[in-house]
T-cell receptor, first 111, second 113 residues
C-alpha cells in the first residue's frame, strides 16, 4: 500500500487569512483527489488532479499536483468560517484503482 | 439523485458481540466500497465489490470481518466478534465503475464498550 502524509494535522486561523495544506508521498500516484469531510458526514470530492504539474482552481481554493505526481497542495485564499472541516487527500494507486487516504488536516476558521 | 444510504447511523455494542451494517449504493453504481475511519485518521479501504464479485479485500481482517453483496446492489458488512479497536466510523461508497469518482454515505459510527 502506498502511503500519503498530510501536514499540518491541525490548523486554526482567523477569517480572511490564507493557508496551504500539503500532501506528500514517496510513491507515484495515477491521480490525486481532495475531499472535505464535515462532522457526521462522509467525505465529499472537491477535485481530481491527473497530470504532473496540473493546477486547478475552485473559487478560493487552488489545487496543485507535483511534477513527479508524488505530492499535492491545497491553498485557500481569504478563508471563511464555512471552510471549516477535515480536508483529506487521496491518491489512486498506480497498481490498480485503490484509493489511499492521508490522515487529514482539521481546519478551523474563526470569525 | 439519491445518495448512498447507510444504516444504522450509530451502534453501541460490547466487545465480543456481533454487529452488521447495511449500505444501499446510488442506483446503477456497479462498484461498492467499505471503508473504516478511526478517529483522527483518514478512511482505510476494507473491501471493494464490482457488481457482486470481490475485487479487493486485502485489508479486510477476515478472521472477524465479512461482507457480501449478493445481488450486486445492497451490501452488508459484519463484525463477529467485535474488539475494542473496531470502534470507528464505517463508510460505504459507490461509483459507476472502478475508475469513476466515489460517492460516500454518511457512515455508521460504531462504539465498542
Amino acid at each position: 500500500t502506498q502511503l500519503l502524509e498530510q501536514s499540518p494535522q491541525f490548523l486554526s486561523i482567523q477569517e480572511g487569512e490564507n493557508l496551504t495544506v500539503y500532501c506528500n508521498s514517496s510513491s507515484v500516484f495515477s491521480s490525486l483527489q481532495w475531499y472535505r469531510q464535515e462532522p457526521g458526514e462522509g467525505p465529499v470530492l472537491l477535485v481530481t488532479v491527473v497530470t504532473g504539474g496540473e493546477v486547478k482552481k475552485l473559487k478560493r481554493l487552488t489545487f496543485q499536483f507535483g511534477d513527479a505526481r508524488k505530492d499535492s497542495s491545497l491553498h485557500i485564499t481569504a478563508a471563511q468560517p464555512g471552510d471549516t472541516g477535515l480536508y483529506l487527500c487521496a491518491g489512486v494507486e498506480t497498481s490498480g484503482s485503490r484509493l489511499t487516504f492521508g490522515e487529514g488536516t482539521q481546519l478551523t476558521v474563526n470569525p | 439523485e439519491a445518495g448512498v444510504a447507510q444504516s444504522p447511523r450509530y451502534k453501541i455494542i460490547e466487545k465480543r458481540q456481533s454487529v452488521a451494517f447495511w449500505c444501499n449504493p446510488i442506483s446503477g453504481h456497479a462498484t461498492l466500497y467499505w471503508y473504516q475511519q478511526i478517529l483522527g485518521q483518514g478512511p482505510k479501504l476494507l473491501i471493494q465489490f464490482q457488481n457482486n464479485g470481490v475485487v479487493d479485500d486485502s485489508q479486510l481482517p477476515k478472521d472477524r470481518f465479512s461482507a457480501e453483496r449478493l445481488k450486486g446492489v445492497d451490501s452488508t458488512l459484519k463484525i463477529q466478534p467485535a474488539k475494542l479497536e473496531d470502534s470507528a466510523v464505517y463508510l460505504c461508497a459507490s461509483s459507476s465503475d472502478r475508475l469513476q469518482p466515489q460517492h460516500f454515505g454518511d457512515g455508521t459510527r460504531l462504539s465498542i464498550l
